[in-house]
């Protein structure tokens, strides 16, 4: 079974800083995705960023990319020019291709941006 | 445009209660979930669907129902409400390479 491991359950930055969110997973597949979620106070699930298992390169939404280390099982996130409004639960998840496409979440990680 | 959408958003239920928590996409999506999150937690899978009239049981199933009667709906029931089942419970579809979510359904079992 596949698990998601975020390992900083609480993080804070100043506005306009740059701040970097970890990830690891274990997993046997060698096909899936990756995403980063957001939460925030609304409790609404916003997605961030995703990314395929199968490409390389890192993905990059705006001020937000991904750090993919395949073989090392990890996905971290890096928020660039942080805005109060980035304030939130971070939840990184995992989903295999095929098969009933569960998708498995790590326990979050509490950004606050700072004033 | 509108997504995913559940009905109701807010309820309070008594103890041995029943109720049903409605799930709709207009995505024409295949793949439906009923997932929980509890305080300090993720998100925990209920029950899923990979396609009308089909379901399977997820990581926290106990005390749910669920049924997928049109591809669009995807109803999870309560049949006898219990307290710790006090929760935000959120509807989720796929196309398979990406998870979109409902705005969440809060629920309070007293």
């Known amino acids: 079974a596949q698990t998601v491991t975020q390992s900083q359950p609480e993080m804070s930055v100043q506005e306009a800083e740059t701040v970097t969110l970890s990830c690891t997973y274990d997993?046997?597949?060698?096909?899936?995705?990756l995403f980063w979620y957001k939460q925030p106070p609304s409790r609404q699930m916003i997605l961030v960023i995703r990314?395929?298992?199968?490409?390389?390169q890192n993905a990059t939404e705006n001020r937000f990319s991904v750090n993919f280390q395949k073989a090392a099982k990890s996905f971290s996130l890096k928020i660039s020019d942080s805005q109060l409004g980035d304030t939130a639960m971070y939840f990184c998840?995992?989903?295999?291709?095929?098969?009933?496409?569960?998708?498995?979440f790590g326990k979050g990680t509490k950004l606050t941006v700072n004033p | 445009n509108a997504g995913v959408t559940q009905t109701p958003k807010f309820r309070v239920l008594k103890t041995g209660q029943s109720m049903t928590l409605l799930c709709a996409q207009d995505?024409?999506?295949?793949?439906m979930y009923w997932y929980r999150q509890d305080p300090g937690m993720g998100l925990r899978l209920i029950h899923y669907s990979v396609g009308e009239g089909t379901t399977a049981k997820g990581e926290v199933p106990d005390g749910y129902n669920v049924s997928r009667l049109k591809k669009q709906n995807f109803l999870l029931g309560l049949e006898s409400a219990a307290p710790s089942q006090t929760s935000v419970y959120f509807c989720?579809?796929?196309?398979?390479?990406?998870?979109?979510f409902g705005e969440g359904s809060w629920l309070t079992v007293v």
């Open positions: 998840a995992f989903l295999r291709f095929g098969g009933s496409e569960k998708l498995v």
């Open positions: 995505m024409n999506h295949e793949y």
């Open positions: 990314q395929e298992a199968y490409k390389q």
């Open positions: 989720a579809s796929s196309p398979r390479n990406t998870i979109y």
């Open positions: 997993t046997s597949e060698n096909n899936y995705y």
